[in-house]
């Protein structure tokens, strides 16, 4: 409810304010795709969600996934057999767009799920509270925003391949930080290296799709921009369920037996929370290398921008 007047508010402007930039035209809605589209993607997003509550072994996880990829993989082989698809898959035939795609989906998956393990991390190990933990990113979400207009004068100067190596570059560096934390690492300290961070993910997201939709003809770029949407929503939740699910099991596998908090309750108290620790930093070791993964592909990246 707390976001409710904000998400209000975007509507209303969006709709006095968002103009057509493509020429639009009506199609008929393929409904099987539809029907195909909710029951595929919700099983995979209901399934990777749940990880963190469950396990991968867990049915409720291992079969929704198993029932979203059967109807993911019907509805892509439907939308490229029909003429007016939900979803138009041959975008992927562009291989400067596949890249960029991969890359916005791996940025995603690491800024999703860091951005709900780091306040895990400080109501868990830190003892902060909510408003501590909000306040902790605040400073990242404001540099993001400033910088999404930014970014686009900077990408006609360095162009997107420039700008995502060092974005990336940043990502990867500054997620490698978080690694070492302890109980006793200053807020400040966190704060600073969010916020470039955060800066780092700003050069990736809107510069690296711009040049995957720049390499698209113009009568499938409406297309490449819905599917792009889908396809980093889908691989966030994965990464967020996979960094879950790491802390989740580690911290499980290094906490001290029941026998300890009965017979020595401060040590039992200690181990427990080092074994928290040691999930914590895991989790940061994963997500440092989704950037990782990112900041190779990014070299791979044709620029269609010429630095100045």
Same mark, same amino acid.
């Given at each position: 409810?707390?976001?409710?007047?904000?998400?209000?508010?975007?509507?209303?402007?969006?709709?006095?304010?968002?103009?057509?930039?493509?020429?639009?035209?009506?199609?008929?809605?393929?409904?099987?795709?539809?029907?195909?589209?909710?029951?595929?993607?919700?099983?995979?997003?209901?399934?990777?969600?749940?990880?963190?509550?469950?396990?991968?072994?867990?049915?409720?996880?291992?079969?929704?996934?198993?029932?979203?990829?059967?109807?993911?993989?019907?509805?892509?082989?439907?939308?490229?057999?029909?003429?007016?698809?939900?979803?138009?898959?041959?975008?992927?035939?562009?291989?400067?767009?596949?890249?960029?795609? !991969?890359?916005?989906?791996?940025?995603?998956?690491? %800024?999703?799920?860091?951005?709900?393990?780091?306040?895990?991390?400080?109501?868990?190990?830190?003892?902060?509270?909510?408003?501590?933990?909000?306040?902790?990113?605040?400073?990242?979400?404001?540099? !993001?925003?400033?910088?999404?207009?930014?970014?686009?004068?900077?990408?006609?100067?360095?162009?997107?391949?420039? %700008?995502? !190596?060092?974005?990336?570059?940043?990502?990867?560096? /500054?997620?490698?930080?978080?690694?070492?934390? /302890?109980?006793?690492?200053?807020?400040?300290?966190?704060?600073?290296?969010?916020?470039?961070?955060?800066?780092?993910?700003?050069?990736?997201?809107?510069?690296?799709?711009?040049?995957?939709?720049?390499?698209?003809?113009?009568?499938?770029?409406?297309?490449?921009?819905?599917?792009?949407?889908?396809?980093?929503?889908?691989?966030?939740?994965?990464?967020?369920?996979?960094?879950?699910?790491?802390?989740?099991?580690?911290?499980?596998?290094?906490?001290?037996?029941? /026998?300890?908090?009965?017979?020595?309750?401060?040590?039992?108290?200690?181990?427990?929370?080092?074994?928290?620790?040691?999930?914590?930093?895991?989790?940061?070791?994963?997500?440092?290398?989704?950037?990782?993964?990112?900041?190779?592909?990014?070299?791979?990246?044709?620029?269609?921008?010429?630095?100045?």
């Amino acid at each position: 409810m707390s976001i409710m007047p904000i998400s209000v508010l975007v509507l209303i402007l969006g709709y006095f304010t968002l103009r057509k930039v493509l020429p639009t035209e009506k199609a008929p809605i393929d409904w099987s795709s539809v029907l195909m589209s909710i029951i595929g993607f919700g099983s995979m997003l209901f399934g990777f969600s749940s990880v963190g509550n469950y396990s991968w072994t867990d049915p409720i996880v291992y079969v929704t996934l198993i029932i979203g990829v059967i109807f993911v993989a019907f509805f892509v082989w439907r939308s490229l057999k029909i003429n007016n698809p939900l979803l138009e898959f041959k975008v992927f035939k562009h291989s400067d767009y596949t890249l960029s795609v !991969i890359l916005v989906a791996v940025a995603f998956m690491s %800024m999703n799920g860091f951005t709900l393990i780091l306040p895990l991390y400080l109501q868990t190990i830190r003892g902060e509270s909510p408003l501590v933990s909000g306040l902790t990113l605040l400073p990242g979400a404001i540099v !993001i925003g400033l910088m999404n207009p930014v970014t686009g004068r900077i990408f006609d100067r360095m162009g997107g391949r420039n %700008m995502a !190596i060092t974005g990336m570059f940043l990502l990867t560096a /500054t997620t490698a930080t978080f690694i070492p934390v /302890t109980d006793e690492t200053p807020i400040s300290y966190l704060v600073v290296f969010y916020m470039v961070r955060m800066f780092g993910i700003s050069m990736v997201t809107m510069p690296t799709t711009t040049t995957g939709i720049n390499a698209l003809p113009l009568n499938l770029i409406g297309s490449g921009t819905v599917v792009n949407n889908t396809i980093r929503q889908v691989f966030a939740s994965m990464g967020t369920a996979i960094l879950v699910s790491v802390m989740s099991n580690i911290t499980l596998n290094n906490s001290p037996a029941q /026998t300890v908090m009965s017979q020595t309750p401060v040590l039992f108290k200690k181990l427990s929370l080092q074994a928290n620790i040691v999930g914590f930093r895991y989790a940061f070791v994963i997500s440092t290398s989704f950037a990782l993964v990112g900041f190779i592909l990014s070299f791979f990246l044709k620029s269609d921008k010429e630095a100045l």
